[in-house]
């Protein structure tokens, strides 16, 4: 734990990164991609670009800073992190390139204010920070369904609404005495999870690598995970036109283990007086389809209520498969929006959710963003609202 002194010093610059921690994990990553451009191949280009990065960056710095002497309470944030790194396959090695560009950051933006005592202390936290994150870590690796990034064929490739398409892939069976033997039946997914496709764009000098929820945790045929073509706002999505454009049936791609913690309460799934309410948008209906199956099929009597928006119905992502699941159920309450429409998923539905419910919700950042404060601000507890955006996890919370 961090000396008494440390802690002080470090609480007392928290006004000071609340002010100045965007810039400083600005500068930061300029710097280290400078210095280390290989860990180019790593981080995300879009939330670099959008500065999802540097936020989320800056908001676990000051998490951190508020509860050093007690980092046991960012617990959670900090699982769900690590579980991003596992995927990614950051190593212990990287953290003291991170530490050192950090504390390097911190003293070119706060220029004479980060006296020695500061950057010291600093760099005292960092180094206890990272040591939590590298055991986590650490047991996230040694648990890991194959190690690193790993050869699959791609066994079906299917358009399940505009501009989404689902991918069926199965691991290269190979005689190399040095390659792994991954056996589908044998490999345990939880809905919610994701895995992480290291591709090769040729549109970049770089590796690039993307976070995909799974569609199912159903493995007959293969190992199943949906794409939306980004191309919104001026963004042309590096990875996800990639796999749109150039990955067919039979070709290979590499991709890590699943990886993620949100997934559904398991004392809740048998139980039929607490509701599962499943609120999704877009491409965001992946990891909520896998969760529907997941109870439908440990528990079909369990209350369910399906909430999903979308732009229009060519846009309404894996409807046959949806209907098919609420059907099974034997208590469903659907309701879908379509924003041409002008049906919009606002305060009016959420406020006729019944509490208390278990409540699992997945979108956009903006759309995430909404949903969570009006379901906070209908005294829906945090204990029972769960989610999973599409980027950095620390830029949805406030610690």
């Known amino acids: 734990m961090a000396s008494p002194q440390t802690i002080e010093i470090v609480k007392a610059t928290v006004p000071v990164l609340e002010e100045h921690g965007t810039a400083i994990t600005t500068v930061f990553y300029k710097n280290m991609f400078a210095e280390h451009p290989e860990l180019l191949d790593i981080f995300n280009e879009t939330n670099q670009k959008l500065g999802r990065q540097q936020t989320a960056l800056a908001m676990t710095v000051l998490a951190a800073a508020k509860h050093l002497e007690n980092l046991g309470a960012l617990l959670p944030q900090v699982t769900q992190i690590s579980h991003k790194h596992r995927a990614l396959q950051i190593l212990p090695e990287h953290y003291p390139i991170v530490g050192k560009h950090l504390l390097g950051a911190i003293k070119q933006v706060l220029g004479e204010a980060a006296n020695d005592d500061i950057i010291e202390a600093w760099r005292e936290a960092y180094d206890e920070i990272a040591s939590v994150f590298i055991q986590l870590e650490q047991n996230m690796y040694e648990q ?97 036109n990639h796999l749109h454009d150039h990955i067919e049936e039979g070709d290979t791609i590499q991709l890590s283990a699943p990886a993620g913690d949100f997934a559904l309460n398991q004392d809740l799934i048998q139980q039929n007086d607490i509701p599962l309410v499943l609120v999704s948008a877009g491409v965001g209906v992946t990891p909520i389809l896998s969760m529907l199956e997941a109870q ?81 601000r209908l005294e829906h507890g945090t204990d029972s609202v769960h989610y999973e955006p599409f980027g950095p996890k620390m830029s949805l919370e406030l610690s």
């Open 144 to 240: 890991e369904m194959w190690q690193g990034f790993a050869p699959f064929e791609v066994i079906e490739k299917a358009e399940v609404a505009t501009d989404i398409v689902a991918f069926t892939v199965a691991p290269v069976v190979t005689e190399s005495a040095e390659a792994q033997s991954i056996d589908l039946d044998k490999l345990a997914l939880t809905a919610g999870q994701y895995i992480t496709v290291k591709t090769d764009p040729k549109d970049s000098d770089h590796t690039a690598l993307r976070h995909y929820s799974l569609c199912s945790t159903n493995t007959d045929k293969g190992i199943q995970f949906a794409v939306r073509r980004d191309n919104r706002n001026a963004h042309q999505g590096l990875v996800s």
């Open 296 to 376: 439908v099929a440990a528990n079909p009597h369990r209350p369910i209520i399906w909430v999903y928006a979308c732009q229009n119905q060519d846009h309404h992502a894996f409807a046959s498969q949806v209907e098919q699941l609420l059907a099974s159920a034997t208590t469903v309450d659907k309701h879908i929006f379509y924003f041409e429409s002008g049906q919009i998923l606002d305060e009016t539905m959420l406020a006729r959710l019944p509490q208390p419910a278990d409540i699992y919700v997945c979108g956009s950042m903006p759309f995430m963003e909404s949903i969570i404060d009006e379901l906070l």
